[in-house]
């Protein structure tokens, strides 16, 4: 598959998924294993009225959209995937007012399931919010 | 002795100290979370929505969404077991209490276990261990037969200093 239809593939999944539309998700970047999407701060999605935190419930949205696009994303991934487990790591408090932006990379594949590692940060890349470790279901394409 | 108070009293009470806990998150509004509260129970609701489909084509509920349910349901339940016995105590009231704070989330696991149907959703959460500083809790979730949870979930959270030191 060349880059651009990756591309346009990628946009086009994350536009059909209502809650990730809803959550204002835009697709960043794409590759053989690997996505970046970002969540801009919303009012409505801050989970600390007094800090104007987001909650962190919206970045595991985030985190478990990132994973399953980068699972697809993989170079033989046969179908769509569901997330059998994720675990996040809540780092620190996300800077009120700043986009998150997350990677997931799928560092490993079996038959039936595809591990991933995936983070986040908002406009200080050096100090992550979140970190996440799930795992996907995954089909094989056979070739 | 003192004589018990009237039934109403009490339900309106513990009914005002709960909706503050909630009410002015605005993610939760967002997602339409509410608490079902049967004496010191409460059973999470997530009322169905198109916004929390995940897979339109299933359609299944995105997992994000479950999470943020769960993490929902674990967080006030966290909350509203540690205001509880000073709200028995007559220790805080309602309507003047500020909101209290919130615990911090450290890291929090969710096993999905089956996809999430377009319908409502419930949850429970129970803490296992609540200390001065961390708590972990464990929630339940299901939606049309409660022994067939949906999903489950494990979080360790940070709790808020407390007031009297």
Known sequence: MTEDKKTKLAKQFIEALPHSKALGMEFEAIGDGFAEISMPWDARFVGDPETGVIHGGAVSALMDTCGGAAVMSHPQSAQGTATIDLRIDYMRAATPGQRIRARADVYHVTRSVAFVKASAHDDDPENPVAAATGAFTFQMATS | ?165
């Open chain 2, 1 to 165: 002795m003192k004589r018990p108070e009237p039934v109403q009293v009490v339900k309106s009470r513990r009914d005002a100290a709960l909706t503050k806990l909630y009410s002015g998150v605005p993610y939760v509004q967002f997602l339409g979370v509410q608490f079902d509260r049967r004496g010191d129970e409460l059973t999470a609701v997530l009322p169905y929505d198109e916004k929390l489909i995940g897979n339109p084509i299933l359609p299944a509920l995105h997992g994000g969404a479950i999470a943020a349910f769960l993490e929902t349901a674990a967080v006030i339940e966290l909350t509203w077991a540690s205001l509880w016995e000073q709200l028995e105590a007559g220790d805080v009231d309602p309507e003047t209490m500020n909101t209290p704070r919130m615990p911090k989330t450290i890291d929090f696991t969710v096993d999905y276990l089956r996809s999430g149907l377009p319908r409502d959703a419930y949850a429970r959460a129970r803490v296992n261990r609540s200390g001065r500083r961390y708590a972990s809790v464990h929630v339940e979730a299901w939606q049309d037969n409660r022994n067939r949870l949906f999903a489950q979930a494990t979080g360790h959270f940070l709790m808020p200093p407390r007031d009297d030191g």
